[in-house]
């Protein structure tokens, strides 16, 4: 499974990357919204992240027709070489990523909730697919369980290209824990949570413990 970076905080994404494993990055309107974005300089914003990041960028249309997130597509694209453009699972998001793919954009299908959506994503020529985990949770719903549906539907079939799940919504090291066992193809995560897939209280006492001994041969 590949790690991508759940946000548009540049200072988080170089620092994701300089821990060696960073596959990708995606945005939303909220993310950039949360960092102060300004809708002048969201282009430039996402042409600084794909210089940061050696893999794909997802940048979101927010259009609501066919023809809107088309020409919105098409622009993104245009930024850099990486950027995949992220597209909402609704009827006009469905006939946008067709023209989209028919011309070599690649799509990122994103509020993605159940199988039946993610085949359609998949049929309309969509690269990625997100389905959404914790936003199933915050109903009390098992958002684990409609993930692991989503990968075992997709991987029954053949759609002609190269279809990657990205688990989406991610709140937790045991969500991404869950998605790699279910051999999900990707987990974009918050920075946070990252950084609590490095970390564990049990590496932590061992290091106090080696470092504590070290100590005592270097005064052997
Ligand atoms: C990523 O592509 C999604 O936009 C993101 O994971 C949504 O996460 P949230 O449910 O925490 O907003």
Redesign the pocket.
């Known amino acids: 499974m590949k790690f991508f970076l ?1 946000t548009a905080d540049l200072n988080e994404i170089e620092e994701a990357a300089s821990w060696g494993a960073l596959a990708g990055v ?1 945005t ?1 309107p ?2 950039y919204a949360r960092i102060g974005g300004k809708v002048a300089d969201f282009e430039n914003h996402i042409a600084r992240i794909c210089e940061v990041v050696d893999g794909p960028v ?1 940048a979101e249309s927010v259009a609501m027709t066919r023809d809107e997130i088309i020409a919105d597509g098409i622009r993104l694209a245009a930024i850099a070489p990486n950027v995949v453009v ?1 597209v909402p699972t609704m009827i006009e998001g469905l006939a946008a990523t067709r023209a989209l793919s028919e011309r070599g954009i690649k799509v ?1 299908m ?1 509020l993605c909730f159940t199988v039946p959506q993610a085949i359609l994503a998949a049929r309309s020529g969509a690269a990625f697919i ?1 389905p ?1 985990v ?2 199933f949770d915050d109903i009390s719903e098992d958002g684990i369980s409609q993930l692991y549906d989503v990968v075992q539907a997709i991987g029954n079939y053949d759609f002609g290209h190269d279809v990657e799940i ?1 688990a ?4 937790s090291a045991n969500h991404v824990a869950q998605a790699a066992l279910m051999g999900a193809d990707i987990a ?1 995560v ?1 920075f946070n949570v990252l950084k609590k897939c490095v970390e564990h209280p049990l590496t932590d006492r061992g290091l106090e413990s080696f470092l504590a001994d070290w100590e005592k041969v270097k005064n052997a």
């Open positions: 759940d995606t939303n909220s993310l997802s992220k990122n994103t997100s959404f914790g936003r990205i989406a919504s991610v709140r974009t918050p």
